[in-house]
């Protein structure tokens, strides 16, 4: 073949391509205008059976060369894209997305900026057991010029008979520590029910990883004018995990954290396995601030470090780690918490 021949080949191709181009976008104006109809008329845009005749004319007219099965294929796709095209902007598009609002979300936390680019930590106990015991912490969180403090007062635990935290007590504990040190506190909240009397005792509403899918409370933290640290559930995907801050922001709450604390893999050696990828991946695909908890991602108190090392590497907003007085005798975590010399000299190395 010639090469002259092979250029009007090509010619003719790039026409064809033209071609399908104006065909298809012309199909796209059709549908519009048939979802415009069917709107005004309160029907489903997509009709089953409807599109089974379509596929089905189509395959009858098929003369080759392609098979009717690549065919369907083909035209299933321009179903579908026709179909997306009259999807509502938020099926596009998350709320939480940067496709939706590139610039970060900066939550402002007793005059924290969460999301500014610098490095924030989350210290605190697991649980709150005692004024004492989270005065003494506070102090060192004070100490060290940090602001926020956790604590749970509701303790999601795996066996009922575990410690299952003070409760409303322990948020009273929280806020009178938070009132004497001048810091934020932040506390898990566990009941729907709970989240307007937690809007009292606490500056941010932990949401934790085994109720990072239930989804009536995390409609109830959207619904609240609090910022939220919700934690990715034990086994869910990424895409899920933005899924779930998609349910607190459609409610109007667009003050969230997300924190990557670890996912459940084969590997023993860790009590959760550690995806750091998810921090950029997150930060990509939101605009929200997020954090990394070393201290339920890894279980190992020898781990903190080069963990927290490695989330501030791949750009997380901060970083959430549990302090406890004397760990020896906590009630819950007892051999993954740092005590107060260990904390301190945590947070010198990551300074
Ligand atoms: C916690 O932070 O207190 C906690 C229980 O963590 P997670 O929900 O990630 O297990
Ligand atoms: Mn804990």
Redesign the pocket.
Known sequence: MSNEELDKLRQDLDEVNQELLTLINKRAQLVQDIGGIKQQQGMNRFDPVRERDMLDSITQNNDGPFENSTIQHIFKEIFKAGLELQEDDHRKALLVSRKKKPEDTVITIKGETIGDGNPHFIMGP??VESYDQVAQVAEAVKGEGLKLL?G?AF??RSSPYDFQGLGLEGLKILKQVADEYDLAVIS?IVNPADIETAVDYVDVI?I????MQNFELLKAAGRVNKPVLL?RG?SATISEFINAAEYIISQGNENIIL?E?GIRTYEKATRNTLDISSVPILKQETHLPVFV?V??STGRRDLLLPTAKAAMAVGADGV?A?VHPDPAVALSDSAQQMDIETFKKFINELR
């Open positions: 697991c649980a956790r749970g303790k999601p898990e932990q934790g990883a085994r109720n934690k034990m924190c604390r908890d201290t339920h959430m549990e």
